[in-house]
């Protein structure tokens, strides 16, 4: 794995517009990955994490806007590139898989018209080899008799199925990024350990990076190096992921890990966190987490915590988890 990142993120902002206002769903994220590296974006829904996967590759649309920050790639500032640039380094160095593979897959093209086209865009080849390398690609992920699925239709696939199509579309290419957000939640767990392998193992082999977004913890444990805890539009705890799943400190952190149940020993009763996540536009003033937390300061109600370095990671917390405690 590269110290050198493939990508850097720094001050993301995104905003949904309203009548009564401009809302961040992303709110100020910084962080990098780097070749090889495979980095675990978590949290709850509307923590802020599929939008920060969208505003990466610039597929923000109306009424949302990535307002400030900086996305580079591989030294392409994303944010001032072209349509046509992006829509060259999209499905061929950076590839997107997202959680609803109607997103991707076409209704009225077979499969293989489809995922040949993905690889006939960027590469200079036949439509045979192109097919060839589907087919493949299909049997990665699982699919049996690969060459008769090619000529069939997304609607003649189960939603599993597509969804593994999807996913072999995403890899054709043999990307330099992969941004996958929730891409195996609607799959077996056998197929899902099959996709886990083949991702680590395109990682190791040709030094893609990979964000994998998701609120299962478990993968994230099996699959990441790294770990990005997000609540709020805002990144909380970041750290090496047995560090921060091990011992948490920031109080989210812990209280994720403690309703989760395959992070929690049998028998061990899970604990729930109080209340919900709050909505974009009545975030409380101070820290976000401050009406959820058990370890409230007066601090926390006036000012917002600001990144800082802690027992090899970082995190946004005016009154942090002890690390005895965590263990």
């Known amino acids: 794995m590269s110290e050198t990142p ?16 401009a809302w961040p769903a992303v709110d100020g994220v910084d962080f990098s990955v780097a070749k090889g590296e495979v980095l675990g974006l978590v949290g709850e829904s509307g923590s802020g994490k599929s939008v920060t ?37 999209r499905g061929d160095r950076i590839a997107m898989i997202f959680q609803d593979p109607l997103m991707t897959l076409n209704p009225v093209l077979s499969i293989g018209e489809q995922m040949s086209e993905a690889i006939l865009e960027h590469r200079d080849c036949s439509r045979q080899e192109a097919l060839d390398k589907a087919a493949k690609a299909l049997a990665r992920v699982g699919i049996s008799s690969p060459e008769t699925r090619l000529k069939q239709y997304p609607h003649e696939f189960s939603g599993g199925m597509r969804q593994r199509v999807a996913i072999a579309t995403a890899l054709l290419n043999d990307p330099d990024l992969i941004i996958a957000d929730e891409p195996t939640t609607a799959l077996d767990v056998t197929i899902q350990a099959q ?81 919900m996540a709050p909505r974009i536009d009545s975030r409380p003033s101070g820290c976000p987490f401050r009406p959820r937390c058990e370890r409230t300061l007066p601090v926390c109600a006036d000012a917002d915590p600001q990144p800082q370095a802690h027992d090899g990671r970082t995190l946004r917390c005016h009154n942090p988890v002890p690390d005895q405690v965590a263990a």
């Open 6 to 21: 493939l990508l850097s993120v720094r001050g993301l902002k995104t905003v949904f517009h309203a009548q009564d206002g």
């Open 53 to 89: 996967g969208f505003s990466l590759v610039q597929l923000i649309d109306p009424p949302g806007e990535v307002v400030a920050g900086e996305v580079l790639f591989d030294g392409d500032d994303l944010r001032a590139a072209s349509p046509e640039r992006l829509r060259q380094l």
């Open 195 to 275: 996709i886990l392998y083949e991702v680590q193992k395109l990682s190791r082999e040709t030094g893609a990076a990979v964000i994998w977004i998701t609120h299962d913890l478990a993968v994230v444990a099996e699959l990441a190096d790294r770990v990005a805890v997000m609540y709020a539009g805002r990144i909380v705890e970041i750290g090496d992921v047995m560090t921060v799943l091990d011992r948490p400190r920031h109080p989210y952190t812990l209280g994720l890990l403690n309703s989760s149940a395959t992070m929690v020993e049998p028998g061990q009763r899970l604990h729930q966190i109080d209340g």
